[in-house]
């Protein structure tokens, strides 16, 4: 019993693993783009911040890899295939602690991650229908659904002159 | 005539690079801590984001070095020496640009710096008497007055708790 019950428990932690491998396998592409998170993100260097009010109510930084800093750095546009643009959010925080030593209510600083970090990636030939911009959004490293993915390009495209990017780079 | 003026020229010209060169020899380092300019801070990873209102008015970044970047990671207390953060600020301006694609007013973004970019610089040895923190501070790329760099540690000492640094690490 005690064998049979092993055997038992064996083929279901396995299938649990081909599952969650399956699972991984299909859910680490974000769909339309097909957009994997980069492992390095959170390394990369800093092109701007900002705050979004309204429902978003968050403060936001835009960091690059070497390829996207490099671009905007020298002005080029629009940028080169293999650019990448990342934006990480976090809850817009009063902080009582800063407050207190100030000795006046003005500081506000980075919670918890909030609404995803999403990314644009530069591949001309495979987004062209995009202006060359493939889109990904991550919500706690699992990316959004389609129907998030098919507004991203929308909002974009007013932003035609500077190669469908918001954020400037902050000297 | 002309060779006199020329000569005369040429020593008014020598005066004035030499001039330069002791200004330059002398104001690159910040007051109190003789702490000069790191040449790559822009590129430094990004420790967090954060607004102050009131008279500061600013959207802001903190970097760090690796040293600085590593010990944030690992949750290391107090920071080991040659840590050093760094305080980068912009206006906060509003986007029309952004609100206009949004529909409604709620970006704002970094504008042009302000208010200085601030170093920690940890010497634990070197600056014993302010908590191994050396502090400065550059407006367009030159060291701030030494009545400027006297207020610094005063503001930071209630933040004993955290080796004396305000800004948490944004995951």
């Not at 490293?141 to 098919?150: F, L, S, T």
């Amino acid at each position: 019993m005690f064998r049979i019950a092993s055997a038992l428990l064996a083929v279901g932690a396995l299938t649990g693993i081909i599952a969650a491998a399956a699972g991984q396998t299909h859910d680490d592409a974000a769909p339309v783009y097909g957009i994997k998170l980069p492992a390095d993100y959170r390394d990369w260097r800093l092109i701007s911040v900002a705050r979004e009010e309204g429902h978003l109510d968050d403060i936001r930084a835009i960091l690059g890899n070497d390829i996207a800093v490099k671009a905007y750095r020298e002005g080029t546009l629009p940028f080169p295939d293999g650019a990448i643009i990342a934006r990480l959010a976090w809850s817009y925080d009063s902080s009582e602690e800063n407050n207190k030593v100030f000795g006046r209510v003005q500081s506000h600083v980075a919670g918890a991650p909030k609404n995803g970090v999403q990314f644009m990636v530069k591949d001309s030939r495979k987004y062209a229908a995009t202006g060359g911009w493939g889109f990904a959004q991550f919500d706690d490293g699992k990316p959004a659904d389609e129907a998030m993915h098919n507004t991203c390009f929308a909002c974009h495209e007013p932003i035609r002159a500077r190669d469908f990017v918001f954020t400037r780079y902050a000297r």
